[in-house]
């Protein structure tokens, strides 16, 4: 059985078998000649759910769990194709060497058009960017196969937290370096005085040790020391969810924090949603007054109640038409079509 939590990510003992099979099914049955996971058919992707399903159970219908399990598989194909082109594909340089660098389980037709992919002009300075990028981080990710996710779930559970609360954990244990330096470790010492005081909430990851030391999270898609397939308002809503429920089913819950704290964490929590649906949707009206140039009618535009003419072109009855009452130059920030509108 699979665990699936409020956010969405499998977390539990067996998340991290889910993981690796979900790779190893991946490398069987996804061809790499497909330049990107969106071109690869569908039947294949079908192929390595249906094998999962055979093997795994989940704690959520399987329609959603199938949601979940296919946005983990894009990134554990371009592992597939990075580990070709670290192994066999390695000091490679002439085309017929990168042929004969086939592996022996490999399809001959699917090997030569992964190896002419990888030499298309742009891909090999598109790679070496970005191995240039990797080579500058000077803190890594050292849980192996383990998700921030179940890494979290895990220290949660050990130390009688709620998810939110052990984010900061989570990082300092995957990120110790040889040195045993690790830099959010100082920011939590803080941040613990002040949850002990009471004046701060221990889950509130806008403003954790993490986001004190790297920031406010930008990325759209994930969540730093989170799971790069959850968003910071995916992670907000669920914080209330999990709030919710702890309040209702644990009031005595082990979590540091006080009872203050306790009532207060809803409407910290409702605040910041807020704040998220508010700068969306001023984002929404700042892309409808930025439509300067979209037409505001379509086809054909003529004038007054008999108006047949087009700057001066007689319009056939056949065409489209679109007749204002007179001449108006332009509608708010919206300009009208001269001859004939793009949509028409």
Same mark, same amino acid.
Request: overall charge positive.
């Given at each position: 059985?699979?665990?699936?939590?409020?956010?969405?990510?499998?977390?539990?003992?067996?998340?991290?078998?889910?993981?690796?099979?979900?790779?190893?099914?991946?490398?069987?049955?996804?061809?790499?000649?497909?330049?990107?996971?969106?071109?690869?058919?569908?039947?294949?992707?079908?192929?390595?759910?249906?094998?999962?399903?055979?093997?795994?159970?989940?704690?959520?219908?399987?329609?959603?769990?199938?949601?979940?399990?296919?946005?983990?598989?894009?990134?554990?194909?371009?592992?597939?194709?990075?580990?070709?082109?670290?192994?066999?594909?390695?000091?490679?340089?002439?085309?017929?060497?990168?042929?004969? +660098?086939?592996? &022996?389980?490999?399809? %001959?037709?699917?090997?030569?058009?992964?190896?002419?992919?990888?030499?298309?002009?742009?891909?090999?300075?598109?790679? +070496?960017?970005? %191995?240039?990028?990797?080579?500058?981080?000077?803190?890594?990710?050292?849980?192996?196969?383990?998700?921030?996710?179940?890494?979290?779930?895990?220290?949660?559970?050990?130390?009688?937290?709620?998810?939110?609360?052990?984010?900061?954990?989570?990082?300092?244990?995957?990120?110790?370096?040889?040195?045993?330096?690790?830099?959010?470790?100082? +920011?939590?010492?803080?941040?613990?005085?002040?949850?002990?005081?009471?004046?701060?909430?221990?889950?509130?990851?806008?403003?954790?040790?993490?986001?004190?030391?790297?920031?406010?999270?930008?990325?759209?898609?994930?969540?730093?020391?989170?799971?790069?397939?959850?968003?910071?308002?995916?992670?907000?809503?669920? %914080? &209330?969810?999990?709030?919710?429920?702890?309040?209702?089913?644990?009031?005595?819950?082990?979590?540091?924090?006080?009872?203050?704290?306790?009532?207060?964490?809803?409407?910290?929590?409702?605040?910041?949603?807020?704040?998220?649906?508010?700068? &969306?949707?001023?984002?929404?009206?700042?892309?409808?007054?930025? +439509?300067?140039?979209?037409?505001?009618?379509?086809?054909?535009?003529?004038?007054?109640?008999?108006?047949?003419?087009?700057?001066?072109?007689?319009?056939?009855?056949?065409?489209?038409?679109?007749?204002?009452?007179?001449?108006? &130059?332009?509608?708010?920030?919206?300009?009208?079509?001269?001859?004939? %509108?793009?949509?028409?």
């Amino acid at each position: 059985m699979v665990t699936v939590n409020l956010y969405g990510r499998p977390v539990g003992d067996n998340a991290d078998k889910l993981a690796t099979r979900a790779g190893k099914l991946v490398r069987a049955y996804c061809p790499v000649k497909y330049v990107d996971w969106r071109q690869v058919p569908d039947n294949f992707k079908e192929d390595v759910w249906f094998k999962l399903l055979q093997e795994f159970e989940f704690n959520v219908p399987n329609h959603l769990a199938k949601m979940i399990v296919m946005r983990s598989l894009p990134q554990k194909f371009r592992t597939y194709k990075h580990d070709l082109r670290t192994g066999p594909l390695l000091g490679k340089v002439t085309m017929q060497e990168k042929l004969d +660098a086939r592996p &022996v389980d490999f399809d %001959s037709d699917c090997w030569k058009i992964f190896v002419e992919n990888e030499s298309i002009p742009g891909i090999k300075e598109k790679h +070496a960017k970005y %191995s240039e990028n990797q080579k500058k981080r000077t803190i890594h990710h050292t849980c192996g196969r383990e998700s921030y996710a179940n890494k979290i779930h895990k220290l949660a559970v050990k130390e009688g937290l709620v998810a939110e609360a052990a984010r900061g954990l989570a990082w300092m244990d995957v990120h110790v370096g040889k040195d045993g330096k690790e830099q959010v470790k100082a +920011a939590r010492a803080r941040r613990k005085e002040l949850i002990d005081a009471g004046l701060v909430s221990a889950l509130d990851f806008e403003n954790d040790e993490i986001a004190e030391v790297f920031g406010p999270d930008k990325c759209r898609a994930g969540l730093l020391g989170y799971s790069p397939l959850v968003s910071k308002k995916q992670a907000l809503y669920a %914080s &209330v969810a999990t709030a919710v429920m702890n309040a209702n089913t644990n009031p005595t819950i082990t979590a540091p924090r006080t009872d203050h704290m306790v009532e207060a964490l809803l409407p910290k929590h409702t605040e910041l949603i807020t704040n998220v649906v508010l700068q &969306v949707m001023a984002k929404q009206q700042q892309n409808q007054h930025s +439509a300067s140039t979209n037409p505001a009618v379509g086809g054909y535009v003529v004038y007054g109640i008999d108006g047949e003419h087009c700057e001066g072109l007689l319009v056939q009855p056949e065409e489209r038409k679109s007749r204002l009452p007179e001449a108006v &130059v332009s509608s708010g920030d919206r300009k009208l079509s001269g001859r004939k %509108s793009a949509i028409c």
